[in-house]
């Protein structure tokens, strides 16, 4: 590299005095973004595409977006980010000119059924009814829990305090044969 500045050399014919513009007339009126780019004019195109209901015209921007999306199922990379940034983009928009719901008080009323959970525990054969024991309150037969049901819920309760005597009688009350069911480590029986 040279150290001497290049402030005292001769200038080029070519160029111009400080302060002084090689274009004096200034931008053309019409200018070259003005004119729509070569990508553009293309992109205004249409292609013949054959298909099932035969053959139809589509703009090449559409078989352009076509083919990106069979790439990104195809996994490529790049397909992948810009169908995503599609969607992103579409979903803004969405969100922006959504309508807004308008707020309507609705009112619910639903009666419950308690026959309906025993009727669906009965068909699962989770558990059985015991007309034996019968609740006069509630005009109906009580459930009795299948021994299978009870000890896979046994089984689920992890960690938490043991289970007292009275957890344990309840059980039993609600089991159908408490007898083949075995308890947890530290539990008396």
């Known amino acids: ?15 111009f005095r400080k302060g002084r513009s090689g274009n004096p007339g200034g931008r053309p009126k019409a200018s070259r973004a003005s004119r ?35 790439d ?14 599609w969607i992103t983009e579409r979903e803004a928009w969405l969100a922006k000119h959504a309508t807004k719901p308008s707020r309507q008080k609705i009112t619910i009323r ?5 026959d309906n959970a025993d009727a669906a525990l009965a068909l699962l054969g989770i558990a059985t009814p015991d007309p ?4 006069h309150r ?19 309760r992890r960690g938490g305090n043991r289970l007292t005597e009275k957890e344990r009688e309840e059980i039993r009350f609600c089991t159908r044969d408490p007898d083949t069911l075995h ?3 530290g539990t008396e029986e």
């Open 1 to 15: 590299m040279n150290d001497k500045s290049r402030s005292g050399a001769t200038p080029n014919r070519g160029w």
């Open 132 to 135: 034996a024991g019968a609740d």
């Open 72 to 85: 990104a199922l195809a996994g490529k990379r790049m397909a992948m980010r810009e169908v995503v940034k």
């Open 110 to 114: 639903a009666a419950s059924d308690p």
């Open 138 to 156: 509630w005009n109906r037969a009580q459930l009795l829990l299948e021994p299978w049901a009870v000890q896979a819920a046994i089984r689920r």
């Open 36 to 70: 729509g780019s070569t990508f553009d004019v293309v992109l205004e195109r249409t292609l013949a595409v054959a298909g099932r209901d035969g053959t139809r015209e589509i703009p090449v921007e559409e078989a352009l977006q076509q083919r990106t999306y069979k």
């Open 183 to 185: 308890w947890p480590r």
